[in-house]
């Protein structure tokens, strides 16, 4: 199943879950009643952002939205990673692994270039983000409190405050954890 499809379906499951109309998750959620509609009828290209506001209106992490149903094992190529592009920077995620029932961590690959910093605002509370960057070099953490990263340096930082992700070389990319606590 591709990536819209797997969002339409969740998104409609997850607000008729809440008793929600499209309007009211909308207005919630801060996006256009058509950009729901479209996402719910498999249309459009949702950004990062629309579907971090989406998830936070509906009480689940992004993950819900985009993750696949798998067996394990799971082994997915790099060639083919579903990417979610962000609206505000040269920056995507690819959801790796999503958290199973009763473990709350879901991974991503982030690949980003050098431009508009990607800049979040804060998660569900007690999200803490990890990130291992993988290649490039990058400036990441809290707001006003960012670190550079080198290949193979390590980093965590509170996900339920605002936070920033810059890249800083071309061909930036790192593994990030959401830990949901």
């Known amino acids: 199943m591709d990536l819209g499809t797997r969002i339409a379906r969740t998104l409609r499951r997850e607000r008729e879950a809440r008793g929600l109309s499209v309007s009211e998750l909308a207005r919630q959620a801060g996006v256009s009643k058509a950009t ?38 799971t082994l997915i190529r790099a060639d083919d990673l579903p990417e979610v592009p962000s609206a505000a920077a040269a920056y995507s995620a690819s959801l790796l692994s999503a958290s199973p029932p009763g473990a709350r961590r879901d991974v991503y690959l982030i690949r980003a270039e050098p431009g508009e910093p990607r800049r979040s605002e804060p998660h569900h509370a007690g999200t803490i983000e990890h990130v291992v960057l993988v290649s490039g070099q990058a400036s990441l953490g809290t707001a006003g409190d960012a670190v550079i990263l080198n290949p193979g340096d390590y980093v965590s930082y509170p996900g339920d405050a605002s936070h920033v992700f810059e890249a800083l070389l071309p061909g930036t990319s790192a593994v990030l954890i959401t830990e949901l606590r």
């Open 36 to 73: 729901v509609s479209q996402l719910e009828n498999g249309a459009g290209n949702p950004s990062v952002e629309t579907l971090w506001a989406l998830g936070v209106a509906l009480g689940v992490p992004f993950a819900v939205l985009v993750e696949q149903q798998a067996s394990s094992p």
